[in-house]
């Protein structure tokens, strides 16, 4: 089917198909029938992993990026991800960059993005995970009891994580406010928290990947976690999201300061500043560069990441999964888990599918 509805969707411009096909798995996954048939073509074999304290049905996620704003999280989820990784989400409001910021490179089977972290901010997508927090105030001008008639939390049948990120008028220097009121407002509604400071479309952020900044940032995050754990009764999960243009030793730096400062995962990659075997004329275009291009750096990066961490924490691998083979070869090397994006864009819903049944 997708076969069929791709060369429409290739012949409109990305972000508009982009936001067509999430609209559409949006209302399909809010339909029981609809919801129903996605998951019976979309059934994917229980093949469990353990990692972050958390069980997912099989290792094969939705990076973020893809749902920025948790509309359509029913959706995707009967789509047989065993995680589903929603935002990049600010704790404000933002539009993001300037269009056009999105450009497919079909004959690289890649996409270049400079999208800038575009969110509905916390407050709209903590109500997409619990649209009691939109009922309470209402409960209290009418005087009845917070929680009285307190509608039960959605399932997603997923693992769900939370991608977090700064705003873009906030000055590093106080980065770290804006990552701790995320991880205030997401702790009770998420299963796993990613800080990302890795996308190269938000000016000064990748800095933050440096050993004292980073180790500033995730200090003051470990310990906002365990009174958030006080509250919840249960640990947050909390990984880092690296970009895949740090050197040998830039990328030491940083996993140390993750492993210093007891943080739970590590993701690699985001996208890449490079173009290295880039045909597209697109190829000039500013942003972050993802999909079959950036496969071989990707995979070096996983490779260092996993020698270098030596099991002390699970590595999820990212960047240039494009099908049964890559995500194969991703977990042989010793990702615990993968995830994928810009596949989908040039396979389909039936990518995750196809790779959980050859493993």
Avoid: C
Avoid at 17 to 27: E, K, M, P, W
Avoid at 44 to 70: C, M
Avoid at 113 to 136: A, C, I, K
Avoid at 327 to 340: C, I
């Amino acid at each position: 089917m997708y076969n069929l509805l791709r060369p429409r969707l290739f012949d409109m411009d990305p972000e508009r198909a982009h936001a067509l096909t999430l609209q559409t798995l949006s209302l399909a996954g809010n339909f029981p029938i609809s919801h129903w048939l996605m998951q019976m073509m979309y059934s994917t074999p229980s093949k469990p992993v353990h990692a972050f304290g958390l069980t997912f049905k099989n290792p094969v996620g939705l990076a973020a990026g893809y749902d920025k704003d948790g509309l359509a999280i029913r959706g995707l989820s009967a789509l047989g991800f065993g995680h589903v990784e929603i935002g990049t989400v600010t704790p404000k409001p933002q539009p993001g960059n300037p269009s056009p910021r999105v450009f497919r490179l079909v004959e690289d089977e890649a996409v270049i993005n400079r999208m800038g972290f575009p969110s509905r901010g916390s407050e709209f997508v903590q109500m997409q995970l619990d649209p009691n927090l939109n009922l309470n105030w209402i409960e209290r001008i009418l005087g009845f009891s917070p929680g009285k008639r307190r509608k039960p939390r959605p399932k997603w049948n997923t693992i769900l994580g939370v991608n977090l990120g700064k705003n873009k008028d906030t000055p590093n220097e106080e980065a770290v406010l804006d990552y701790l009121a995320l991880l205030q407002n997401f702790a009770g509604v998420a299963d796993y928290l990613t800080v990302n400071v890795s996308s190269p479309n938000t000016v000064g952020l990748r800095s933050l990947q440096g050993r004292e900044a980073l180790e500033a940032l995730l200090t003051q995050l470990h310990q906002q976690r365990l009174y958030e754990q006080r509250t919840y009764e249960k640990r947050i999960p909390i990984l880092v999201k690296l970009a895949p243009d740090l050197n040998d030793a830039e990328l030491d730096e940083a996993i140390e300061a993750i492993l210093h400062t007891r943080m739970d995962g590590i993701i690699v990659t985001n996208t890449t500043l490079g173009r290295e075997g880039v045909r597209s004329n697109h190829r000039g275009e500013s942003g972050g560069l993802s999909g079959k291009p950036l496969t071989v750096k990707s995979e070096a990066v996983l490779l260092h990441t996993i020698k270098r961490v030596n099991g002390e924490i699970p590595v999820v691998s990212a960047g240039g999964v494009m099908n049964p083979v890559d995500a194969k070869r991703r977990l042989d090397f010793g990702a615990a888990l993968v995830q994928v994006y810009t596949g989908l864009v040039y396979r389909g819903p039936a990518l995750v599918k196809e790779i959980v049944k050859a493993l």
